[in-house]
C-alpha cells in the first residue's frame, strides 16, 4: 500500500523547485569533494613522508577520539572516527611505536533481571532463565585492550575493543580493571577542523600502506615510496 501518490511525486521532481535543490546539494558535494582535495594536496606538499606527519595525525586523532564520545558527534561520524582510529593503532603497533599493551576488563553493574522484571522466577514460579532466581542481571564482561606509544616524545594511551582488533598483540603489562570514564571532555580542535583532521589520519595511513619495507622510527624524515 503506498502512501503517497507516485504520479505527484514524479511530478514534483521535475519543478524548477526540485531541480534546483539537487542542482544546490550536488555544488556543496563538489565544493566538500574539492576542499579535501586541497587538504591532501597540502600534506602531500607539507610532509616528506608519512612518518614526518604521524605526530600532527595522533595528534588529530587525539582529538577526534575525544570528539567521537561528545553527544553532538553523530553516528555516521562516529563510525568513520573509530575506523580511522583502529587502524592507526595497528599501524602504530606494527610499526614498533608502542610502549606497552595491557588488558582492561569492564564490569557493568548489575541490573534488574528484564526477563522476570526482579522476582526472580517466571510466570510458572520457576526460577528465572535469565538470572537463575537472584532477580538481578550482569551484562558480559566487556575487554579492551590498551596500547601506551610513544611518538615523537608524546605519549597516547587509546582502548580497543578486543572484536575491533584485526591482529593479536603480545601483551606486556598485567590485565586490570577499568572504570570507563563519563562525560565529555575537551578537545583542542574547532569544529571547522574536524574534517581536515580526519582527512590528515586518512592520508597517514594510506601513505604508509604503500611502505612494505622496515621503518626506522629513529629517521622521521624517511621519504614514503
Known sequence: MRLFALDRVQAAEKTAAFLEHLAVLERREAQVAAAGERRCARFSA?????????PAAC???????RYAKWRSCSGSHRDMIYGLKNQLVELLYERNFYEAAWLHEVTPPVGC?????????DWSD????????SGGYVAPVRRYACFAFLVAGQRYTWHQPIDSLSFEPVYTETAETWVDGIGEKPI???????AEAKELVAWVLASAAKDVGPVDVAAPSQACP
Open 126 to 133: 520457576a526460577l528465572c532463565w535469565k538470572c537463575g532466581g
Open 188 to 194: 583542542e580542535l574547532a569544529a571547522k577542523k574536524l
Open 59 to 65: 595528534e588529530a586523532m587525539f582529538n577526534l577520539n
Open 113 to 121: 533481571c528484564f526477563a522476570c522484571n526482579g522476582e526472580g522466577v
Open 46 to 54: 607539507t610532509y616528506s613522508s608519512w612518518l614526518e606527519a604521524l
